[in-house]
């Protein structure tokens, strides 16, 4: 990390440039976490239409601090390339030959020398007239391994394991589809799968998305080492659809509840969500009657049907208990799960139950509850899902459903402090955008 080098040379630095580079080092750190903002005007190909999604995301390297006129040290950084022998690369450090074979005769150095990769960085510091002093090899799997002289010898010292979250920001635009534009941006599975669910009650990705929207995303990768391990959490979202801008930003109020809501503090979760499946078509409506497939006569269809694969999840439409799960008559497999204010879901035809679906126990919105069936009366794989309101069924698509309960005032000025300068990234990531699509 760029500090950890910016440490290195206060450290060797006489008062004067001991000042500069605190000073530095407090404009570093007043960069909000990253210093992405500032690689917005390196945006590079904002010409063409038909570039595939726009990473906008640069890390940014530390300023050079090694010009100080006066200074007893000098800092020198080297990059492996591919091709390069450590050998190669150390010595446009202008090391001398005689010291890299020393450095070479060092074992940790010896081992590293078979393993170390095409990008990772070796920073020198020499004395004026070139003699090493310290020099520090970014490894792959491994903390940096730092090795300092000691009189004619070199000796490394071994640290332990660097962890640290970062901020990432990524832009993109859809050609075919999201998963194929989040990919081309770079963007782990599961930031998208955070962004498709956290607009999944005002966007269908299914039936809505357009060629060409836009979206961008700011979310943590949990790093050890300088190396990615792990995506962490979305922290904000837009989705550019058909021109219309849906925004998401991360709040974590007081209790530690993280929900995602607009810049302006209304919720995102809805009451109820759209569809217990992810993807599916609907392939009966809701009907005063029909003719039933199996029963050959002509009777009320209390619900909507999705066609789906045997095994399709099942997600919770809302928070619930539930009620009941079993066997029940033509239902064959059957959910019912009680909402507030006396409503009720229905889930029928089920091959499976999720584990621990039993009455009484507590389901989020969201959560999987069963699996995709065709037991009961039922012609074929799908998911019969019913609305009840006071034990009376309603349209699922059609009827009126009960929305979250919005931020009162003392959690709305918390909501805007902690959100505001994710909202305006939000702001100037979509510039960047724009420019792309003029
Ligand atoms: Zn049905």
Do not use: C
């Not at 999604?53 to 591919?82: C, D, G, K, W």
């Not at 090391?95 to 095409?118: F, P």
């Not at 392939?283 to 029909?290: E, I, L, N, Q």
């Not at 997600?315 to 009620?323: E, L, P, Q, R």
Request: proline share 5%; glycine share 8%.
């Amino acid at each position: 990390m760029p500090l950890t080098k910016l440490r290195i040379l206060t450290d060797r630095m006489t008062g004067a440039e001991r000042r500069f580079s605190l000073r530095t080092l407090v404009a570093l750190s007043s960069l909000p976490l990253f210093g992405v903002v500032a690689a917005f005007g390196l945006a590079p190909d904002t010409s063409t239409l038909d570039i595939t999604p726009e990473t906008i995301t640069e890390a940014i390297a530390l300023p050079a601090l090694a010009s100080a006129s006066n200074a007893a040290t000098f800092e020198r950084e080297s990059v492996m390339q591919s091709g390069d022998t450590l050998a190669s690369a150390l010595s446009r450090l202008k090391i001398d030959d005689l010291e890299i074979q020393r450095l070479l005769a060092t074992d940790a150095v010896r081992q590293l020398a078979s393993s170390v990769r095409a990008g990772k960085r070796i920073q020198a510091t020499t004395t004026q007239d070139g003699q090493l002093l310290t020099i520090r090899f970014e490894r792959s799997d491994a903390p940096a391994l730092m090795v300092r002289r000691q009189g004619e010898a070199f000796v490394a010292e071994e640290s332990s394991d660097l962890v640290e979250t970062r901020v990432v920001m990524r832009s993109g635009r859809v050609l075919s589809s999201l998963y194929g534009a989040t990919d081309s941006a770079g963007i782990p599975d599961k930031i998208a799968d955070q962004m498709a669910e956290t607009f999944s009650t005002s966007l269908d990705f299914r039936n809505e998305l357009r060629r060409g929207d836009t979206f961008s995303v700011i979310y943590t990768v949990n790093y050890r080492n300088g190396e990615p391990i792990t995506a962490g959490k979305l922290l904000a979202a837009e989705f550019v659809n058909a021109g219309k801008p849906h925004r998401a930003v991360l709040f974590r109020d007081p209790f530690g509840r993280e929900d995602y809501y607009t810049p302006e503090g209304e919720s995102l979760k809805k009451g109820f969500l759209r569809s217990p499946l992810e993807f599916s078509r609907i392939t009966s409506g809701f009907t005063s009657s029909r003719l039933h497939p199996l029963l050959g006569f002509y009777r009320a269809h209390t619900g909507v049907d999705f066609g789906a694969p045997t095994g399709t999840r099942v997600k919770a439409t809302g928070d619930a208990t539930v009620a009941f799960a079993g066997r029940k008559g033509g239902y064959g497999n059957l959910v019912i799960l009680r909402h507030q204010n006396g409503y009720e879901t229905y889930y029928a035809h089920l091959s499976a139950f999720a584990p621990g679906v039993r009455p009484g126990r507590s389901i989020s919105q969201g959560e999987v509850i069963a699996y995709v069936g065709t037991t009961g009366a039922s012609t074929g794989p799908h998911l019969h899902y019913e609305v009840r309101i006071a034990g009376t069924p309603y349209n699922p698509l059609s009827v009126k459903l009960p929305g979250s309960a919005p931020l009162d005032a003392a959690q709305r000025a918390r909501f805007l402090q902690q959100t505001a300068s994710w909202s305006e990234k939000l702001v100037q990531l979509r510039g960047t955008n724009l420019a792309a699509l003029d």
